[in-house]
């Protein structure tokens, strides 16, 4: 899919804890973070620094971290990939306007910011179709006189 690389982080062991919460905490905090060597130094970031703080959180949290490098211009079979549906699917949205998309030749190209806001609106989408759901009145079933509420 377009990987460079990918590398996969178990969860540390429990004496590498304190470790990881110490990392955290400066990664976490307010002020410059640099990585330095007897030799150099370089500041941090703060894209990396954010992907450090997500990694290290999730180590803490005992699940593993998978880094992967991806291009940023995806085919659209990658993209539908990343996005967890079929090619068509992926081209029914593109050709509905709901993901921008260029066709430098016969093949449609989909920048992987486009794919990745998409994906941010569907969730946010999704959890604003499930809070309205879950706020939607329901029968109390104590209501029932014999404990049976009537579906029909």
Do not use: C, W
């Amino acid at each position: 899919m377009g990987a460079l690389m990918n590398h996969t982080v178990l969860p540390p062991i429990a004496a590498d804890r304190d470790l990881l919460a110490e990392l955290k905490s400066v990664l976490a905090g307010a002020e410059e973070v640099s990585i330095s060597t007897p030799d150099r130094s370089a500041p941090l970031p703060d894209s990396v620094r954010g992907l450090l703080v997500d990694a290290v959180t999730a180590l803490d949290r005992g699940q593993a971290v998978t880094v992967e490098a991806l291009r940023t211009v995806l085919t659209t079979q990658e993209a539908a990939e990343l996005l967890g549906i079929t090619r068509p699917t992926l081209v029914r949205l593109l050709e509905a306007g709901k993901i921008p998309y260029t066709s430098p030749g016969r093949h449609r190209r989909v920048e992987l910011a486009d794919v990745l806001e998409f994906q941010r609106r569907e969730r946010e989408r999704r959890g604003q179709v499930l809070e309205e759901m879950a706020r939607e009145e329901a029968p109390d079933p104590g209501d029932a006189a014999d404990g049976f509420v009537s579906t029909r």
